[in-house]
């Protein structure tokens, strides 16, 4: 018998609304099949793309839909039958709505796993049942600890390959439980599939009886979100509203974090003026409280300088301004980023100046145990990390900046909003690297 690692509980499947997912794993394990799979049995395709997709498999001589060409939507996907970037994919069953982010497999393309995970609640990642956790596994399972999704599914597919056995499944899932444990993920599970004939995928399989768990779409239904983790009120002010002749000053913008309500004490930074919220705009009616996620226009009961870029938090949990930053980062451009480039530090609706000051190492995220000179089964200590003073494309490293003027930056473990940033390169305009402040895997301390 065989159940999953992390099932969700009774309680947990009274939970619904809204889930965003990142989906990953290596080149032909089958994730573009199984998103497919996942949205033609939940009758999430229209009519006329389904056509196309069987119009498509005929002229490749196929004698049923290949429903991996669902997802890949871009004419050079479908060309080279890879995907190469990151397609948002919605769709909705009668207990919940689903955002997916489908992620390219190639390592080249590891940047866009960052960015589809980025936002993820849960990580999906696929490993061919024949082959077991392979370097893109754990490449991709280390970038999601990385990020700190809160929870990390393993999707063993291609079960029918290997005649649904329940030992290879059981090998696999602890060879999973025991990476994820050393990586510091508190919530991981595993469940087996066979996404090109449907075995547990949306409809439970005869072939996977042995298997105690839920179907993939049964377990996305009943997760739970990770809600309750979110920390005080944080508001980046985006724009500041005027009129005039109605005596209205309100400050735009979308709740980063937490919550604010009508008559919260609160401060605005980096000016450390104080007031209290008067009262709160939702799309054009007046509410009461604003959660994270919703766009709002807060109106304060004092008139002050308030412009884009501040940042509006309880007077009582308010964030410290810095100015050294040391950060994770993923470098994302084919510029490498190297020790004194000058570069812009975008943090919520705040840009300036900064410096790199220091690169100090690199991490081998494809097999960061040997790379510490760990033992499978043990914990992460990198202290003895590579160092180097450049990072290329798809590079994880510890960085030191400095920048120009305060942010309100928190360290990335407590809030994946307010600890998160991004360098430009000030000439071009171009995204540099994706930043998380502090040490998200503790492979730094």
């Known amino acids: 018998m065989t159940v999953l690692l992390d099932a969700p509980t009774a309680k947990d499947t009274q939970v619904a609304g809204l889930l ?35 119009r498509t498999s005929r002229d490749r001589g196929l004698e049923q839909a290949d429903l991996a ?29 689903f955002i997916l ?11 866009n796993m960052v960015t589809g995970a980025s936002t993820a609640e849960l990580a999906v990642i696929l490993v061919d049942a024949r ?14 600890a990385l990020l700190r999704v809160p929870r990390v ?21 602890a060879d999973f439980a025991a990476y994820a444990t050393a990586l ?62 109605a005596d209205y000053r309100g ?17 605005v930074l980096p000016s450390g003026q104080r007031s209290t919220i008067a009262g709160i705009d939702l799309l054009g009616r007046s509410a009461d409280r604003a959660t994270a996620g919703q766009a709002a226009t807060l109106l304060l009961a004092d008139e002050l300088d308030v412009s884009r870029g501040d940042l509006i938090a309880p007077a009582g949990a308010a964030p410290t301004a810095v100015q050294d930053v040391v950060a994770t980062v ?71 900046l400095r920048t120009a003027s305060p942010i309100l930056l928190e360290p990335y473990a407590a809030d994946r909003e307010t600890g998160s940033f991004l360098l430009i390169d000030p000439a071009s305009g171009d995204t540099l690297t994706a930043g998380m402040s502090g040490d998200p895997l503790g492979v730094f301390s």
């Open 20 to 54: 965003r997912l990142a989906t990953a794993g290596s080149v032909d394990d089958g994730k573009s099949t199984l998103v497919g799979r996942l949205l033609y049995d939940t009758k999430s395709v229209l009519a006329d793309q389904f056509e196309a997709v069987e």
């Open 330 to 400: 993923c470098h994302l451009s084919e510029k490498p980023l190297a020790v004194g480039d000058r570069v812009l530090l975008k943090h919520t609706t705040r840009t300036v100046k900064a410096i790199v000051k220091e690169i100090s190492a690199k991490l081998d995220i494809s097999d960061p145990l040997a790379a510490s000179g760990a033992d499978s089964g043990d914990e992460f200590d990198w202290d003895d990390a590579p160092a180097t003073h450049t990072l290329n494309a798809n590079d994880i490293g510890r960085v030191v």
């Open 184 to 245: 510091g993920i508190e919530h991981y599970a595993a469940l087996p599939v066979s996404a090109l004939r449907g075995d547990n995928v949306v409809e439970p399989s005869a072939d996977l009886a042995w298997f105690e768990g839920p179907t993939l779409l049964e377990y996305l239904e009943n997760v739970p979100v990770e809600a309750e983790r979110r920390p005080a009120g944080r508001f980046p002010v985006q724009y500041v509203i005027r009129h005039q002749s």
């Open 131 to 144: 082959k077991g956790l392979a370097e893109q596994t754990r490449r991709h399972t280390a970038v999601s």
């Open 153 to 173: 599914l393993l999707a063993v597919n291609k079960m029918d390959l290997v005649d649904f056995d329940e030992d290879r499944f059981a090998q696999i899932e």
């Open 251 to 267: 400050y735009a913008g979308t709740i980063a974090s937490g919550h604010l309500e009508v008559g919260d004490p609160i401060v």
């Open 101 to 111: 982010a489908d992620t390219p497999g190639h390592v080249q393309y590891t940047r």
């Open 69 to 97: 060409l669902l997802t890949d939507g871009l004419r050079s996907e479908r060309e080279q039958g890879i995907t190469i970037d990151v397609a948002y994919r919605y769709f909705a069953t009668p207990r919940r709505r």
